[in-house]
C-alpha cells in the first residue's frame, strides 16, 4: 500500500518562509510525477509544484520564483521550500503521487495522481 506523509507547515508572517516534506513508502516504480496541490477554502484545488522521475520540476504560476521543489536521497521524498509567503498562500497542502507518469506536459489532471497525502495547513498572516 502507498502512502504519502506530509510534514512541516504552521503559521508565518507575510515574507517569511516554510518547509514542506513529504516522504512516499510502498511505491517502487521507476516513473512517476510526485508533488503538491493546495486548496482554500471555498476554492478549487491548484496545482503548486511537481517534480518527476527525471528530476525536472514545473510550478504554477502564482509559485513561480518564491517555490522550490526537490527530492532527497533515494527520491519517493520531496521538499518544498516556499519563500516569501503571502496571505494568499494559505490553504491546506496536499502531497500528490501519480505512478507511471512524469510531469509533462504540464499540468496534469488531478486524476493522474492515484495517491494523496492527509493534508497539512499552511497560514500566511499579514
Known amino acids: 500500500e502507498v502512502q504519502l506523509v506530509e510534514s512541516g507547515g504552521g503559521s508565518v508572517q507575510s515574507g517569511g518562509s516554510l518547509r514542506l516534506s513529504c516522504a512516499a513508502s510502498g511505491y517502487t516504480g521507476s516513473t512517476y510525477c510526485m508533488g503538491w496541490f493546495r486548496q482554500a477554502p471555498g476554492k478549487e484545488r491548484e496545482g503548486v509544484a511537481f517534480i518527476d522521475s527525471r528530476d525536472l520540476a514545473t510550478y504554477g504560476e502564482s509559485v513561480k520564483g518564491r517555490f522550490a521543489i526537490s527530492q532527497v536521497n533515494d527520491k519517493y521524498t520531496l521538499n518544498l521550500q516556499m519563500n516569501s509567503l503571502k496571505p494568499a498562500d494559505t490553504a491546506m497542502y496536499y502531497c500528490?503521487?501519480?505512478?507511471?507518469?512524469?510531469?509533462?506536459?504540464?499540468?496534469?489532471?488531478?486524476?493522474?495522481?492515484?495517491?494523496w497525502g492527509q493534508g497539512i495547513q499552511v497560514t500566511v498572516s499579514s
Open positions: 500528490a503521487l501519480a505512478p507511471g507518469y512524469i510531469c509533462s506536459p504540464a499540468p496534469r489532471p488531478n486524476s493522474v495522481f492515484r495517491y
